[in-house]
């Protein structure tokens, strides 16, 4: 039987997002098990495959130019990239520093240039195309319930 | 044995946030091994700089997702203890649940989904065979459990909604009181199964150190003094001033000592140097295990964590027995102040000092995370155990130094955001 594959990806950020994923899954598991694969997820698994992904959950924002390579080749090899949680979709509250005054931008620079920061800290749109969204700082249970379940049914696991 | 080797282990997977580590070994010896914070900065401390005192607790629950909880709450703490808030006894009860259930589940996703595929030699839990299928489906069973205390009481298990400033802004409902208590009464059982497999498996790792920890006398993570293992008692206030700050330069976080030495904070410690504050119940069903404590075994630390969730779950039945009513706002006068707040966080001290101007915002904040104040103990056992496993093939280092490194349960994500800058 085919199943949904998917990835879950956290870059500049507090991981909160990831978390509420695994909330649902508390409850949800048992019933997602045998329809969904996790092909990738850091937190709980050394697996590091991002080949031919069907969705890739992206949670964080883009701070440096490593977060910048790493989402790129989250978009080349997924069919469908959903931005979850404020972070990814608009930048905040992972992007403060971006509002620092004259002063205190100073006196991070060094900093900033030693671990290879961008400039500024952007939302994951600025850089590559989005299938699709779910707001909330973190984002709601049931709105990443409705979304996976769509999802089920757009790649042909589940029946509508 | 004389060989030269470099060890990278990139993007650790089965910890709190992106760490790296790099170990050097020249002529036999290990050179250096760095435990490297790979999280980016976010730089909280700096932007709390100049923002109203009542945005904080909010503001820095962001700092985590995992323990935001705690960040909320030692944060609220030290903005209470600047401007002389004195919280009602029902708010402590609500904090108290809302601090159990955090840790709860914190303990129950580091065991089941970190540990327990260490112990069971699996790559992940996706991994487990059909015997050990169970402890995958019982993770998320006591998962759940600390998400129903803490969504109950505080609204949401990551940043929380109702938890404000001297008081909770809602009182918890009646029948979701009665129905937690009942998940917690039937998922209790499946804790012993766990401390069970924890209990047997033969990881062993033995260094003396100094074990700090908050004695709070009801074991709820968020009063008393701060006790280490010479006996030594220290007022919350004065916490800081018995720490260093140590720069890493290669890492994106930082290190402590506490009087000039490497120390360990977290569930071990808090055992080592409080179980007898445990709840009874707890003491009673676990008494061969308790009598490990105080241990030097850092691999405890996992034992110490599982006996904290039968804790957590007793206290939080009692918590749960109380008459809760709506309250009042408290009221709040603002003045030029300091607060300093402590409270254990699932990994241990999380500690806050937040300075308010006469206006209300804030002149600087500072804090220190439990993963910073272990940075360096944990860093010298990596040294000490590749040292002791030099002639066993990379792949077992590498296999047996993410072991150890899993028993200290880090959370990359705190450590990241407090590179201290100095303001001159
Ligand atoms: S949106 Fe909020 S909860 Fe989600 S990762 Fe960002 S800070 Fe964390």
Redesign the interface.
Known sequence: MKKLSIGIFSFTCDEGCSMQILEVFNNKFKEWENLIEIKHFRLISPRKDIEKLDVAFVEGAISTKRDLEGLKKVRETSKKVIAIGSCAINGFPSNQRNFFDKKVKQKIKPFLKKFNHLENVEPIKKFISVDGEINGCPISEDDFIKVLEDCLIEFGVKDA | MHKDFDLKIE?M??I???ASLEIKVRNGAVESAKLIVGE?????E??M?GKPFSTIPQ?VS?????C?IAHLTCATEAIEKALDIKPSKQTLVLRKLATLGTILRDHA?HLY??VLPDIFRK????EFDKAQHKF??DG??L??AG?KITKLVAG????AIYSQIGYFSKVPDKSKVKETIAYLKNVREKVFDLIDVIWNCDFSFKRKTNYVALADPSFAFLEGDLIDSYGDIIKEKDFSNHLNEIVIPYS?GEGYTFKGEEYFVGALARLNVNKKSLHENTKKDLKKYLNVFPSSDIYHNNLAQAIEMLHCIDASLDYLEFEFKKEKKPEIKIKKSNGVGVVEAPRGVLYYKLSITKEGKIDFGTLVTPTAQNQIRMENDIKLLVTKLLDKPEKEIQHEVEKLIRAYDPCM?CASNF?K?K?I
């Not at chain 2, 980016?40 to 909280?44: G, S």
């Not at chain 2, 962001?62 to 995992?66: D, L, Y």
């Open positions: 993007n997977s089965k709190e946030g992106h980016n900065k976010r730089f909280y700096e932007a700089r503001m962001r700092i985590c997702g995992t935001s996703m989904f970190f790559p992940s839990v996706f995958l489906h998320f069973s998962k759940a998400n949401r298990a990551i940043h994106q994500t590179l800058i303001w």
